[in-house]
């Protein structure tokens, strides 16, 4: 039996004002020629235009270029479960958050729900950036911080509001709290959708054409910010006896403090390669393709969070080595 492909889901994120409403409404009229379930906070503003919206009163409504909208009233898990029964009429799913929240509750549901996780693979998490106000709200907002450390995708949105000097002040400030996002700096949010979208973006595989250097050594990013990212690599195999009971207690143990956690591992006597992917105490990982004939066999982590003694973490993870 063929096994049904998973719909890709994006998570779009950004504090308030950032531009993500307009991005959305990018997506949502621009004639791409992919349907897109588009999920949205009931709270505040839609945040859709009302010439975009067909039958606004159904909770799941039709956007006049063929996407379907949710409005979030209860359960993520019930409504995506509904999009399920109306699969075949969108390629992709949206997910706009509120731009107060936290991003990791809504991409652990992709992990703690057997048939949400059957049926749909997170893509990406999107942030948008105001680059005009980012200081002031990494100043005040805890929520700003975890939205960039949380992100595939970085979207450093209103450029055309700043200095040169300014811009790059700012890129090296979400740098420091995520080395590892993709970053695309907009006006008006204005990027190519298949930059951003259907991406594959959640896969610690992009990485390393941000940041090779990584395979040579584990390092971590500190900045005046109290998160910190860091990255490991063992030149080699690992021992799944010892890692996987080692990773899952680093969950429990660590897991409020771990914003996102990745990892590609060769395990000893196996031809597959093992992808791990981690939101606080949430843990998913499975086999994934065959190592190829001309990749080097090597195991990597990749941890964002806060409060992480690295050192400790690395020399956990080291003793994991074949």
């Given at each position: 039996m063929t096994a049904i492909p998973q719909v890709p889901v994006t998570v779009l994120?950004?504090?308030?004002?950032?531009?993500?409403?307009?991005?959305?409404?990018?997506?949502?009229?621009?004639?791409?020629?992919k349907?897109?379930?588009?999920i949205?906070?009931?709270?505040?503003?839609?945040?859709?235009?009302?010439?975009?919206?067909?039958?606004a009163d159904e909770e799941v409504f039709e956007m006049n270029n063929g996407c379907i909208c949710c409005t979030v009233r209860g359960d993520l898990i019930h409504i995506i479960d509904g999009l399920m029964k109306r699969r075949g009429r969108f390629d992709s799913i949206i997910i706009e958050t509120t731009g107060l929240a936290d991003p990791a509750p809504v991409a652990q549901t992709f992990?703690?729900?057997?048939?949400?996780?059957?049926k749909t693979r997170l893509d990406a998490v999107i942030t948008v950036v105001d680059a005009k106000n980012l200081a002031a709200r990494l100043a005040d907002s805890t929520e700003a911080q975890e939205q960039i450390a949380f992100a595939d995708v970085i979207l450093l949105n209103k450029t055309d509001l700043v200095s040169a000097a300014e811009l790059e002040v700012i890129e090296a400030r979400i740098r420091s709290l995520n080395p590892y996002a993709k970053l695309h700096k907009t006006v008006k949010s204005d990027v190519a959708l298949d930059a951003i979208l259907d991406r594959g973006a959640f896969d610690l595989d992009r990485i390393l054409a941000i940041e090779p250097d990584f395979l040579e050594h584990g390092h971590e990013h500190n900045h005046d910010d109290d998160i910190i990212s860091a990255s490991f690599l063992i030149d080699g195999d690992?021992?799944?006896e010892?890692?996987?009971?080692?990773?899952?207690e680093v969950s429990q143990r660590l897991g409020p403090q771990l914003l996102r956690y990745k990892g590609i591992l060769a395990f000893r006597g196996e031809d597959k390669r093992f992808v791990l992917q981690g939101v606080h105490m949430i843990l998913d990982g499975d086999l994934q393709r065959d190592w190829r004939a001309d990749e080097k066999r090597v195991s990597k982590l990749v941890?964002?969070?806060r409060d992480i003694d690295v050192a400790a973490l690395e020399a956990e993870f080291r003793a994991t080595a074949v």
């Open positions: 994120t950004g504090y308030l004002g950032a531009g993500k409403t307009t991005l959305l409404n990018r997506i949502l009229s621009e004639p791409h020629g349907r897109y379930a588009v949205v906070n009931e709270f505040g503003e839609i945040g859709i235009d009302n010439d975009l919206v067909v039958g992990f703690v729900d057997q048939d949400v996780r059957a690992v021992n799944p010892k890692f996987v009971p080692w990773i899952n941890f964002i969070g």
